[in-house]
């Protein structure tokens, strides 16, 4: 047998290895998106005013979080209810959980878009006025993006995360690369309503493609009849995740709307640029815990410790060895990379490093949130994530009013760092597992005395 061949037969028996597997391949697929995006976000710098720049990122942020509402975030219980249901062979009802999530989206769209839209008149009349082109399609947007949220958790409870992925993480940056690439070479300056035009039209492509690679995944449905019983259940379950939600996946767009109340357009888009920048390390944490969190939620539900532990030791090295090295470069040569984009952006040098303590925090720290989520802890999830959301949107406020976008990004990112640690702490006092590195460290060296004791 050849080297190669070994190595496909123990990738194929390790079910480690195949997880490893799949969660590097999902970082190769978010850092591709990444890179275009971050290439894309260069040429948007490069040819929009820092004010348009500062507005259109204002409006996308407020699509992702109108999108959420949208759904009542039925989509984060996914994980938990749907891998359940079809370990119990319940298909009824993990079926019905998929048809209540998009009846949810389908009723709760108008009066989300409606909320949207009174939220943007409240706050600037006279933009909403000047801009309607861009706030009307950013309101076509918000059902397509719930669409694809709902879908893409649905995708990842059924071990389908990367055909999910793939059209979130590549369409809408190679649409925006090659329509910005263009603009730039004809040396044109689009307007915001253009790059909210094209968002929209990068969603509905991504939607699309998204629903065609998963109708194989969704099978399980045509021969059972959908029991949607425990719908309230899955929305009050949804609605108290929410917060969570914004803060894992959306802080980005939590921070811009909360600097947007607190300084000038084209300080929004200073931080807006600077939290591009800091996504890198962010993208490939997520990529890791999302290929990871079917199989952390099985060990979790059968109280399987070892295999629960061995799951959280192999994704923290993962990602601590991935973003620890990246933040660090980031912070230290902060300003020739936001040079990058324009001498206005390359001010927020000290925005950046204040920035990257949110994904080394969340490397640190691990993904406690998961492992309460499982366990139950929604009470503890909801209501420090709607402190943290709260004391966020205070700090950014205040820090902004007072210090500018530096003192704006400080308060976010410190915010959100004592948000790791104490769930982290909570989590190992409640349940007895500790996410943090510290627990993989003490994980492995355990390993290690039982190994020698053989």
Not at 70 to 95: F, M, Q, S, Y
Not at 288 to 304: N, T
Not at 407 to 422: G, K, M, P, T
């Amino acid at each position: 047998m050849t080297l190669v061949a070994r190595a496909r037969t123990l990738m194929s028996r390790s079910e480690t290895a195949r997880v490893s597997t799949a969660s590097l391949t999902m970082v190769a697929v978010r850092m591709l998106g990444t890179a275009a995006t971050f290439l894309y976000t260069i040429l948007i710098a490069r040819t929009m005013t820092p004010g348009d720049v500062g507005l259109v990122w204002t409006i996308w942020s407020a699509t992702f979080v109108a999108g959420t509402l949208a759904t009542l975030n039925i989509g984060a219980g996914a994980v938990r209810e749907i891998v359940k249901a079809r370990a119990e062979n319940r298909d009824d009802v993990a079926a019905g959980f998929v048809v209540a999530s998009r009846r949810t989206l389908l009723f709760a769209t108008p009066p989300v878009v409606a909320g949207f839209l009174l939220i943007a008149w409240w706050r600037a009349p006279e933009t909403l006025a000047s801009h309607w082109g861009a706030y009307l399609f950013a309101c076509l947007s918000i059902p397509m993006l719930g669409w694809v949220q709902t879908n893409g958790s649905q995708a990842t409870a059924l071990h389908q995360m990367l055909k999910s992925q793939v059209p979130r993480e590549l369409v809408r940056p190679a649409v925006f690369l090659v329509a910005f690439a263009v603009i730039w070479l004809a040396g044109w300056q689009p307007t915001a309503g253009f790059a909210v035009a094209l968002y929209l039209v990068a969603v509905v492509l991504s939607a699309i493609l998204q629903f065609q690679l998963l109708r194989p995944a969704f099978a399980f449905m045509r021969n059972v009849r959908p029991d949607t019983g425990e719908w309230r259940d899955w929305a009050v379950s949804g609605l108290s995740l929410a917060p969570m939600l914004l803060l894992a996946e959306y802080l980005r767009n939590i921070i811009i709307l909360f600097a947007s109340l607190a300084v000038d357009a084209a300080a929004v888009g200073q931080i807006a640029i600077a939290l591009s920048v800091v996504n890198f390390p962010n993208f490939g944490i997520v990529a890791v815990e999302i290929a990871f969190s079917a199989k952390l939620s099985q060990a979790l539900l059968r109280g399987d410790r070892e295999r629960v532990l061995h799951f959280l030791a192999v994704s923290n090295a993962l990602k601590a060895a991935g973003a620890i090295p990246a933040c660090l470069i980031l912070a230290v040569f902060a300003e020739p990379i936001l040079r990058i984009f324009g001498e206005h952006y390359a001010d927020g040098a000290a925005v950046s490093a204040w920035l990257t303590l949110i994904p080394l925090s969340r490397a640190v720290f691990g993904n406690s949130t998961l492992v309460m989520q499982v366990k139950g802890l929604r009470g503890e999830i909801f209501w420090s994530s709607l402190a943290t959301v709260a004391l966020m949107g205070l700090g950014i406020v205040a820090g902004g009013r007072a210090g500018g976008p530096e003192a704006a990004a400080a308060a976010a990112a410190l915010v959100f760092a004592a948000l790791q640690l104490v769930r982290c702490l909570w989590c190992l006092r409640v349940t007895g597992i500790d996410t943090s590195l510290l627990g993989t460290f003490r994980y492995g060296l355990a390993r290690m005395r039982a190994r020698a004791k053989r």
